[in-house]
């Protein structure tokens, strides 16, 4: 399948070498990647029945049966209490729609820049942006407590006449995650409907009539392949500024208020770049656990990607780092006296281990971990730098929603939250959701887009130059 | 007599494999020297390949009309929710304008994008004819693994010399193939 210009029998050492580094120079034929792939996703072995059940079983304790007692009993058995009105369940609103910013920014934002290496794990991250968006959907519904209600969020008119309020940053959420979720959904599942018909081609029973219906008879026509591709690059640009448009609006539901320690013109790409940087992060831990766990990957997940990705982290870090500077500097100097004892409470106060943790998790680790090339390509080192960065963002999150309200103009209005047992156990549950979701759907449908991959394939080729050989990408798409 | 003779001129659909872009791209050239037309050519691939890679008619998806056609409703819904709704059901609160502009562009962005996204998938499906309605159609399983399928409708009389031509640009399997290009 693959064509290669023949090199001098003197550089076959170097060229092992580089087909051992790089995923898109080691050809292997189509039809060996499609059972590799099948094969992975058809281990159900019976350790993973068994972590599945037990996730499944922990998400329905945790989440739905902690979610139906407060519902049940009143939102009296969260810990917010005057003046902290937003606890956990709003920090961890947030931090899940941080999450969801990794697979626009693996998937749209290197494919628009047709960066190779994405090519073996647009869909691992893609499938983060929709499972941590539902994760983070629930959160308004929860945070409702009297959830029946939600249906007064959808504009429709009613016996009373009466609207949600359009110049609500709450409204604002509504659409920006709806238009999110939907777009990240179909941005997910368009690329998969070639993989769909691979599978639907290769396997029996129940999941060949699932697959059937899945891949809605795609053949790789001409046509359909025209279609496909355009509307992949329709929804690559498409999605990027929506993806920036939901984090704003997410930073609005807090800048619009003139709440000190919230109301700063730069929270909007403040909070994006936070986003970018826990998304990227838990790229990172995902593909360690999709490569550890799942048959075959190593062949597809290689180091060079781990590289790559703790590069992007690196540099989102330091980005990260400049805006978290800005804000806080600027609030300093300014020297308003309840910023002064605001940013005392974050330094000094009893919130304090938490925004240490915060710096010390998103800036001190990795910048120590990640300038070196041998870390970065250590799949458990990527791995702990994406749990270490997820921690110090959850810390962000927590000191900016609860930390902020604790203290305000008036000291009669100050206060302390601590999360009660319900709240805890809830943002729990929604880890254990996204593991269960996330490790179900690596059963179900193929994780490798191995199109792209066997696309990246033909793309490369080595070439000698002087008395080496070299990869070298022609641009077929 | 005259059946045999009209068997021999009714055009049938027959697929040529290849495994790679380049005899793929020979064999359309073959087809279309043998006076068989574009029209009656289809090509099945695992990858997208670009017309220009296989030698066929470079033409324009009309996927990005359908985005726009989508993202002008969303927007005709954006403004038709976030104007319309306080003109036939005013609130007044607090002497707040009823129209403002700031909040209206999130409202008008979001419902654009979401309008232009999903008519873009619609428009996949649209243009594509994708699922299938009715009728079987051409195809061979062997494309998930990576061949070419180069179907093309000719009739029997075409049928030896197709074949000759085919097998000497390098065509793995020629067959014929029950159902429709469409």
């Known amino acids: 399948m693959h064509s290669e210009t023949p090199l001098p029998a003197e550089l076959h050492g170097q060229v092992e070498e580089l087909r051992k580094e790089h995923l898109l120079i080691d050809v292997r034929p189509r039809e060996e990647m499609n059972r590799m792939v099948l094969e992975a996703m058809e281990d159900t072995s019976r350790e993973w029945k068994w972590a599945m059940a037990f996730l499944g079983l922990v998400t329905v304790v945790t989440l739905f049966g902690a979610w139906a007692y407060l519902m049940s009993t009143g939102m009296g058995l969260a810990g917010i209490r005057r003046p902290i009105f937003w606890g956990l369940f709003i920090v961890s609103f947030v931090f899940w729609i941080g999450i969801s910013h990794a697979g626009t920014f693996v998937s749209a934002i290197l494919r628009v820049f047709k960066a190779e290496f994405r090519r073996p794990f647009t869909r691992a991250a893609e499938l983060m942006t929709t499972f941590a968006l539902m994760g983070a959907g629930l959160y308004p519904l929860i945070h409702l407590g009297r959830t029946w209600r939600f249906y007064w969020m959808v504009p429709y008119p009613n016996q009373r006449w009466l609207w949600p309020n359009f110049r609500s940053p709450l409204v604002w959420d509504f659409f920006a995650i709806n238009t999110y979720l939907i777009g990240s959904t179909l941005y997910l599942y368009l690329p998969l409907i070639p993989d769909l018909a691979m599978a639907r081609d290769k396997s029996t029973g129940w999941r060949k009539k699932l697959y059937t219906i899945l891949s809605l008879g795609w053949r790789g026509t001409e046509e359909e392949w025209r279609h496909l591709t355009k509307a992949i690059q329709i929804f690559a640009w498409a999605i990027i500024p929506v993806m920036f448009s939901v984090h704003t609006i997410v930073s609005w539901d807090f800048a619009v208020a003139m709440k000190l320690g919230w109301h700063s013109t730069i929270f909007g790409p403040y909070f994006i770049t936070g986003a970018i940087l826990s998304g990227i992060a838990a790229v990172g831990s995902v593909l360690y656990l999709v490569r550890t766990t799942m048959k075959n990957m190593t062949y597809f997940i290689r180091p060079e990607h781990f590289d790559t990705l703790g590069k992007l982290l690196l540099i989102i870090s330091m980005g990260w780092t400049y805006f978290f500077f800005n804000e806080f500097i600027l609030e300093w100097y300014g020297g308003e006296h309840t910023v002064k004892e605001i940013i005392r409470f974050y330094t000094q106060g009893d919130i304090a281990p938490v925004w240490w943790l915060m710096v010390i998790c998103n800036i001190f680790i990795p910048w120590a971990v990640l300038w070196n090339r041998n870390w970065r390509r250590k799949p458990w080192v990527m791995f702990l730098m994406g749990l270490i960065v997820n921690v110090g963002m959850y810390a962000e999150r927590y000191v900016i929603v609860t930390g902020a309200l604790s203290r305000n103009r008036i000291p009669f209005d100050w206060g302390w939250y601590q999360p009660s047992l319900v709240e805890i156990s809830i943002a729990f549950g929604t880890f254990t959701l996204f593991l269960f979701m996330y490790g179900m759907a690596s059963r179900l449908i193929p994780l490798i887009p191995v199109w792209e991959v066997e696309e990246g394939h033909h793309a490369h080729s080595l070439r000698k130059v002087g008395k080496t050989v070299v990869p070298s990408v022609a641009d077929l798409e | ?182």
């Open chain 2, 1 to 182: 007599m005259y059946g045999g003779y009209q068997g021999r001129y009714e055009p049938k659909i027959y697929v040529a494999l290849f495994d790679d872009p380049e005899p793929a791209a020979r064999a359309v050239e073959v087809l279309r020297e043998i006076g068989i037309e574009d029209r009656l050519i289809q090509i099945q691939s695992g990858v997208p390949w670009k017309p220009e890679v296989l030698g066929r008619p470079i033409k324009a998806s009309a996927v990005p009309k359908y985005g726009m056609v989508g993202a002008g409703v969303g927007f005709l819904t954006s403004i038709a929710l976030y104007f319309g709704t306080p003109a036939l059901y005013p609130l007044r609160v607090g002497g707040f304008p009823l129209f403002t502009m700031p909040p209206a562009f999130v409202l008008i962005f979001e419902l654009t994008m979401l309008g232009l996204i999903v008519a873009s998938f619609l428009g996949v499906l649209f243009e594509s004819l994708l699922p299938p309605v009715v009728g079987k159609r051409v195809y061979h399983p062997e494309v998930s693994d990576g061949a070419i399928a180069v179907f093309f409708q000719a009739p029997a009389i075409l049928l030896d010399r197709v074949k000759e031509a085919l097998q000497q640009v390098g065509a793995s399997e020629i067959e014929p193939v029950e159902g429709s290009f469409v």
